[in-house]
């Protein structure tokens, strides 16, 4: 079964500038996640999608957008890009059980560096 | 106070040594836990996913959870070289859903 998918999985950006994340979950996971990932702040969640719908945000601006289409694929975007911005984002996807658990894997990532 | 906290590294032990990774998290109702490793400039890899207190073993990992003390751990029998890497403790903060909240990190080193 192939895993989360990624793309693109390098990009150099302006600052100002605008940057779209694509992300494709393990076949039948229903649950696709964001996190940032940086040297000083680690590993940070940004949102959660599931059915379409975002379920849970972290704590991040609105410059941070996400999207979740009827395949279960997920796009992150980020406007107006800073120079913080810079980082290794990762998506994570869930097959969706009831009660605790929900195991989440992580795709390779996107390295995004704003210039 | 951050809410998952890792003991600081690095952390050397021989090869075929135990290694012993410590984590602390603050939100009482959590109810999933999780160790993953990152190697270097690769994404994170789940090792192992605990829900209820007591030990879970799956081979030479073992997690140990207790909830009372709001600590997690996780050891490495007979650490190889390979096992070298940065081991993050995660916690889902929802019963429902994914918002996980993932420690600094721990970099484990073992020497050959």
């Known amino acids: 079964k192939a895993g989360v998918t990624q793309t693109p999985r390098y990009l150099i950006k302006t600052r100002g500038q605008q940057v779209t994340l694509s992300c494709s979950p393990i076949s039948g996971h229903r649950s696709v996640s964001w996190y940032q990932q940086t040297p000083g702040q680690g590993l940070q969640f940004l949102f959660e999608y599931f059915s379409e719908t975002q379920r849970n945000k972290g704590n991040f601006p609105g410059r941070f957008s996400g999207r979740q289409f009827s395949n279960s694929r997920s796009e992150m975007n980020v406007s107006t890009l800073e120079l913080g911005d810079s980082a290794l984002y990762l998506c994570a996807s869930s097959l969706e059980e009831t009660g605790s658990g929900n195991t989440i894997y992580f795709g390779e990532g996107s390295w995004l560096t704003v210039v | ?112």
């Open chain 2, 1 to 112: 106070q951050k809410e998952v906290e890792q003991n600081s590294g690095p952390l050397s032990v021989p090869e075929g040594a135990i290694a012993s990774l410590n984590c602390t998290y603050s939100d009482r109702g959590s109810q999933s836990f999780f160790w993953y490793r990152q190697y270097s400039g690769k994404s994170p890899e789940l090792i192992m996913s605990i829900y209820s207190n007591g030990d879970k073993e799956d081979g030479r990992f073992t997690a140990q959870l207790n909830k009372a003390s709001q600590y997690v751990s996780l050891l490495i029998r007979d650490s190889q070289p390979s096992d070298s890497a940065t081991y993050l403790c995660a916690v889902n903060r929802q019963n429902y859903g994914q918002n996980f909240v993932f420690g600094p990190g721990t970099r484990l080193s073992v020497l050959p």
